[in-house]
């Protein structure tokens, strides 16, 4: 039986590549696609949208290594103190995104958004260093804890190689990508599945700290805030290991157009994941201190491994498997999500037009999922990807100050925008504030990892003009565009 190809879809009743110099055309018509054209279906519930939410945050950092606050902060106080503020700061982000995501109708997330207020060369700019090395690094990294982990049974007296890490992680890696090119149902519900394994996996540590706590295991809470004294940079440098491990609230807004009722699901996705993501995070490490001192958390490898050797014996080989299928559900929204990104930036024209098509008979965005897949695999077996994630970390924080910045501004500039969803003022003030500081005071506390990030996301700039601004690129050029 013979493929039939994929071809463009339509938003809103019009095709809109092309549209590289302007805005969205429409926030919302309320038209109906044209009768014989392709659109993606709108499949994304108000539990898949908790669970694309919850199912992206919940990856590797809450089990592996919170160690990264505890050791900026000096002391279990103010690590617990920073885990609730980062908490509480996401969701003041969530929130200016639902915002955001109820009165700007379109999937695309931090692009749309930046596209809408400031224009089409900032956005540009946004998505060239999200398709270039943000997005591979980021799939390639957690990834890479994912092929550790489910090694990690078979591997318990000895070393796991690293190739064997690489060849499991690139089969996740190739899995995640096939299921996201094969149905927007199948990869929601496989979401839902592993965002309760997370849920589970966080109540494995939770419950047992909550038993030693009755049994008046609380000495490692004896002068909490006693300890290293915290250094002013360090404090910053704890901010970016939480709000690291809450990232991930934004993705619903990537996948806008395909969620059902987003004026109301899409807040209450939001609200409701940060809740109990926050929760979450918090009993876990005071889990992890009933059990395990500061001193002794700064030294594993592996906190929730560690916290389950000393507490559940045999049962500690589950956690490993649980961390596994937690990778892999950050693993698979990631790709759900940002793939959604560059399917909006190709139909406005700031990508080749392949990537704007979907598949006809599985409504999935083929091309856009497929062209993570080569760029992530160099991402593993080449480089430091750490290091990488560290030169680009500030960019993300950069431009998500950028997009809540550009809601106050919409605020003024289009002040009879239609908003279902509006929250105080102050919320999106203080955000963007303390984004666009935390960058700032990154830039000074280490001025060549960022200083580096920075230089590649200037390289946007020339990008615009030659692919974008340049009309009279010659022929064999403009087909390689797609053009």
Request: glycine share 8%; proline share 5%.
């Amino acid at each position: 039986m013979s493929r039939k190809a994929a071809v463009p879809t339509v938003s809103n009743g019009s095709y809109l590549q092309g549209q590289a110099n302007g805005r969205l055309s429409s926030m919302d018509s309320g038209q109906p696609a044209q009768e014989g054209k392709v659109v993606l279906k709108k499949k994304v519930t108000l539990l898949r949208g908790i669970s694309i939410i919850i199912g992206t945050i919940i990856g590797a950092g809450i089990f592996i290594s919170p160690k990264g606050i505890l050791k900026n902060t000096g002391s279990v106080g103010m690590s617990l103190t920073i885990w609730t503020a980062c908490g509480i700061l996401s969701l003041f982000g969530a929130l200016c995104y639902a915002e955001l995501g109820t009165c700007i109708k379109k999937s695309g997330g931090h692009y749309t958004y930046i596209l809408e207020a400031f224009g089409p060369l900032p956005a540009f700019v946004r998505v060239w260093v999200e398709l270039l090395i943000i997005r591979p690094a980021a799939t390639a990294v957690i990834s890479l804890a994912f092929g550790r982990y489910i090694l990690e049974p078979f591997f318990m007296q000895c070393e796991i190689p690293e190739l064997a890490i690489k060849l499991i992680t690139a089969v996740g890696i190739t899995l995640v990508m096939v299921l996201n090119s094969t149905s927007v149902s199948w990869s929601a519900r496989i979401q839902m599945f592993l965002t309760f394994c997370k849920l589970v996996a966080i109540l494995i540590i939770i419950v047992p700290g909550v038993i030693q706590l009755i049994k008046g295991e609380t000495q490692h809470f004896k002068n909490a805030f006693a300890g290293n004294d915290a250094s002013v940079m360090g404090l910053p440098l704890a901010f970016y290991s939480g709000m690291y491990a809450y990232s991930g609230w934004f993705y619903l807004n990537f996948v806008t157009e395909e969620v059902e009722n987003p004026e109301k699901n899409i807040p209450l996705a939001i609200c409701i994941s940060m809740i109990i993501v926050t929760v979450g995070y918090v009993l876990t490490n005071v889990a992890y201190f009933t059990t395990i001192s500061a001193g002794d958390l700064l030294l594993s490898k592996a906190v929730a491994v560690t916290f389950a050797e000393r507490l559940m014996g045999n049962f500690s080989l589950a956690v490993p498997v649980f961390v596994a299928l937690s990778c892999f559900g950050s693993m698979n929204g990631g790709v759900f999500a940002v793939s959604r990104m560059f399917f909006v930036a190709s139909r406005e024209g700031h990508l080749p037009e392949i990537l704007s098509m979907i598949h006809v008979r599985k409504h999935t965005p083929l091309p856009a999922v497929i062209v993570l897949h080569p760029l992530t695999m160099i991402m593993l077996f080449n480089g430091d990807l750490y290091s990488l994630l560290n030169f680009l970390s500030f960019a993300r924080w950069l431009f998500i100050g950028l997009v809540v910045a550009g809601l106050i501004y919409l605020r003024y500039k289009r002040p009879d925008m239609p908003r279902p969803f509006k929250v105080p003022l102050f919320i999106p003030a203080l955000f963007s504030f303390t984004c666009l500081f935390m960058v700032a005071l990154s830039l000074y506390s280490d001025p060549v990892n960022t200083g580096i990030g920075f230089a590649i996301t200037l390289t946007g700039i020339p990008a615009y003009y030659l692919f974008i601004v340049w009309d009279k690129k010659p022929k064999w050029f403009r087909k390689l565009l797609g053009k």
